[in-house]
């Protein structure tokens, strides 16, 4: 994808929010640290100019919240800033690669430590399946079939969305 695709994308994202939401009302956005967090603030500028009404934005760090804990160290990468209320909302979550599950299932974890939203949606920038979980995303910019040992990359230049996405082995 490049930087145009990655636009589109985001573009396309916001409208089926919307669409999928009757609106923004009610609507918060929380990217997670830290791939999630220049494409939720991308998604929430796009949602801003589509509908002419700020939504809320957060950020959610979920390294206490991973099941992984004691196999690798925790690396806490970011604060946690969730801004509004998330009980009786609903909840986009947004991440920029989608893989085994494991990330949003903690993030569900962690967004439910702080109330018990509506409900709880999910934007991927790319989903490239091998889940472990069923997990499974409301909202998504590219499927990209990987292998498993494959690594994808998402690079981004801030909420420019500047660079691309791509595969490395």
Known sequence: MDADDVRRAVTRIAHEVVERNAGLDDVVVIGLQTGGVPLAQALAAELTRIEGATVPLGTLDVAFYRDDIGLRPVMPEAVTDIPSEV????????DDVLFTGRTIRAALNAVCDYGRPRAVQLAVMVDRGHRELPIRPDFVGKNLPTRRDEAVDVHLDGVDLGDLVRTRP
């Not at 009980?87 to 947004?94: A, D, E």
Request: proline share 0%; no cysteine; aromatic share 0%.
């Open 87 to 94: 009980s009786g909302r609903t909840v986009v979550l947004v």
